[in-house]
């Protein structure tokens, strides 16, 4: 994932283009994730969702399944309002590499979440609960002629811990 020439900092030996371009395609990754964050925000917006990727995309995590295709990840995005009352994603710390003709490119992002979500089936209460979410995404991106689009997305869930319990005594809620 990381390219040393991540860190070279200005190359004046490249086309003034070339590195704009360059430049042009991180800002519009990163805009592609910062919607990502901002349709998921926006109670699981589905039918927005969607144009983010490609036909043939692939979403997996640890803690809420694997959905291969757009119609697939579509219907997971449309369920989680029923599990998710509300949320607040936090993307930080991208590092994003590109294949050497910028056609495909792989980033990396952290997650930090606040969120509501529906009480677990051992609830005493039923009451929805309190949670903070971390995560590691490690996302794969092809160049379509629309733009910028996820071909994959791998979510390494770190916690999904009540607010009250905290990620020590509870991981993983329920």
Known sequence: MINPSMFEGARPDR?????????EDLEAIRNLKSAYAFFCDDNYDADNFRKLFVADSHWESNAFGEYKGIEEIATFIRELPAQINWALHYMVNPMITFNADRTEASGRWILIEFATMSAVESSPNKDPEAVIISCSYH???????????FKRVRAHFHNVSGWKSGWVDQPFRG
């Open 15 to 23: 086309p003034i283009e070339e590195r704009i371009a360059h430049l």
């Open 139 to 149: 996302d794969d991106f092809v160049r379509t002629p629309e733009g910028w689009r």
